[in-house]
């Protein structure tokens, strides 16, 4: 499986957060699973990507040329794809994929994930999507995703498609216990806006 992780590129983060980037890092590659990611060699992302083939994974980076000239590239990837915009990085990171967690993040992080969650909405895809709560990070995300379910803005139905799980153990047993949702149309009922 290729299991993409998006995650910070912050490295003034407190330290909890970097050692449950080394321990997604380290489990996918146990698995024999292949991590996609952003290919920076700082913050969560250098943290998860040095984990992963520190026991044995391979490593896909994808980033951007701007990002690649800054110096931030993650030099030991197994597969590096250099790509023009932040856009098509996130059009391959999708594609190369099979599934999606969120280590905590920033505005990139959440766009990221976002996207992925608007796409599986759409049926674009079926592929599992998790936020790894490290800390309860997640927790005030969660709250509104509640809020905007709540006032009707999304379907009730659409709490499947997204999971959040408080570590690493629980996020990989729910990948292997994956089972794509059934879902109806965005617009299945006429005249709503859901």
């Known amino acids: 499986m290729n299991i993409c992780v998006y995650s ?26 292949i991590l996609v ?13 040095r984990a992963a083939q520190q026991n044995g994974g391979r490593v896909i980076g994808i980033i951007p040329t701007f990002m690649h000239q800054r110096g931030l590239t993650h030099a ?9 915009t932040m856009r098509e990085r996130k059009a391959l990171m999708e594609a ?4 999606f967690i969120a280590l905590p993040g920033g505005f990139g ?3 990221e994930m976002l996207e992925v969650i608007t796409l599986k909405q759409l049926q674009r895809h079926r592929k599992p999507v998790l936020f790894l709560d490290v800390e309860r990070f997640y927790a005030p ?7 905007i379910l709540e006032h009707r ?8 498609l997204y999971a959040f799980v408080p570590d690493v153990a629980s996020g990989l047993a729910y990948l292997d216990q994956y089972q ?15």
Do not use: N
């Open 76 to 84: 030991h990837c197994d597969e590096l794809i250099l790509t023009e």
């Open 8 to 33: 910070s590129s912050s490295d003034v983060i407190e330290p909890v957060f970097f050692a449950a980037a080394a321990q997604l890092g380290a489990a996918v590659a146990r698995r024999g699973d």
């Open 109 to 111: 992080t959440l766009e």
């Open 141 to 147: 995300l969660q709250l509104l995703f509640e809020h």
């Open 37 to 49: 990611y952003g290919g920076c060699s700082i913050g969560l992302m250098g943290a998860v990507a």
């Open 180 to 194: 794509p949702p059934q879902l109806v149309s965005k617009w299945s009922d006429t005249g709503s806006a859901r």
């Open 96 to 99: 190369r994929s099979d599934a």
């Open 153 to 160: 803005f999304a379907k009730p139905a659409y709490r499947d």
